[in-house]
């Protein structure tokens, strides 16, 4: 299957599954934006890589994605550097792991943050 001329936003893609799902869309000849967490230096060498190995357009944008406001300016960017989103996969997701009487709310409240809502508001942002 081609995915020539057709963009794709990908959360938490700068390393493990998300990494291999923008690997797999740069493949098929789709266009990237990545989004994660890491050391700029490394991103930068990781973006321009994918690139060269694929022949496609390859971003990146730093979105908190617990931010409703940083996930809508990222799918602003995609669209404005890339011309459109036309496909996204809301693969970013941390977890922790501690009994309820040691489970701290605050990360509890990450967690809902990044692995549920942030899903809501990509969609609602790619949507339209």
Excluded at 12 to 21: A, E, H, K, Q, R
Excluded at 39 to 58: H, K, M, P, Q, Y
């Amino acid at each position: 299957m081609s995915l020539n001329g057709k963009v794709a936003l990908i959360t938490g893609s700068t390393s493990g599954i998300g990494l291999g799902v923008a690997r797999a869309l740069a493949g098929a000849g789709a266009d990237i934006m990545l989004n994660g967490f890491g050391e700029a230096g490394s991103i930068e060498t990781l973006r321009a890589e994918l690139a060269a190995e694929f022949g496609v357009r390859v971003g990146y944008n730093a979105a908190d994605v617990s931010k409703p406001a940083q996930i809508a300016a990222m799918v602003a960017e995609t669209a404005t550097s890339l011309g459109s989103v036309d496909i996204m996969v809301n693969n970013a997701g941390i977890q922790f792991v501690a009994n309820i009487e040691d489970f701290p709310a605050d990360r509890w409240d990450q967690i809902i943050a990044i692995n549920l809502s942030a899903v809501f508001h990509g969609m609602k942002a790619v949507i339209p």
